[in-house]
């Protein structure tokens, strides 16, 4: 399928495919996406604690930088899992400017180091966080109460219904410890409905710019 970058409202890039009219990162700012979604309402909610994450769709490798950011700032224990069916080339790595966008000069070798780190390894991007990516698609993974944090960030519903369905639900809420927590910037009523039928207690919270919703799902005890 046909893919072209393209520069998002806030000025950092993203991956658009023509064909299906999608693309990687909301249109209206892939960074302020990235940080409202996964970060404000999602990883800011371990503050000071060490937590290990699942990200479904690892793509540009945007959500995986930006929270090695946040976590180098306090020293923050990481443990990062990335799951990618379909993994970006190295030259559309070149492309992304998160590292200019981000004022994150002084990391530009971590970033590469994610994208150029081997797959289905467990490795050390620095001493407080570590990368495992996985090369596999979402209805194959079988982790059990493994994760404290899900950012859930595959294709909108409109082009792959099948990643917003309750068996996939059912992987995620399995994956996650008792309390754990899966954000996505999906805020559509049959996505609710799935999360709600495996057991997950969903808010609607604000949404990034230029989307009015999101959804925050938690697993009980």
Excluded at 113 to 135: G, V, Y
Aim: hydrophobic letters at 40%.
């Amino acid at each position: 399928m046909k893919r072209e970058i393209i520069q998002t409202s806030d000025g950092s890039t993203t991956i658009h495919l023509p064909d299906w009219n999608e693309s990687y990162h909301s249109k209206h700012g892939a960074i302020q996406e990235a940080k409202h979604v996964f970060i404000k309402n999602g990883l800011s909610l371990f503050e000071g604690k060490p937590v290990s994450i699942l990200e479904i769709g690892f793509g540009t490798g945007l959500n995986a930088f930006i929270t090695f950011l946040e976590a180098a700032k306090s020293n923050q224990q990481i443990d990062y899992v990335g799951v990618e069916a379909y993994p970006i080339s190295s030259e559309e790595v070149l492309r992304m400017n998160y590292v200019s966008e981000l004022d994150a000069e002084t990391f530009s070798t971590v970033f590469e180091k994610m994208h150029q780190c081997a797959w289905e390894e467990k490795i050390p991007i620095s001493e407080n966080f570590d990368l495992t990516k996985r090369k596999q698609f979402f209805n194959e993974i079988a982790d059990e109460n493994r994760f404290d944090l899900i950012y859930f960030d595959a294709f909108g519903y409109r082009v792959q219904p099948e990643l917003w369905s309750t068996e996939i639900f059912e992987k995620m809420f399995r994956s996650l410890k008792s309390n754990g927590i899966l954000v996505t910037y999906a805020a559509r009523g049959v996505v609710k409905r799935s999360m709600i039928e495996v057991g997950f207690k969903v808010e609607k919270l604000a949404g990034p710019p230029g989307k009015r919703e999101m959804f925050r799902a938690t697993k009980g005890l």
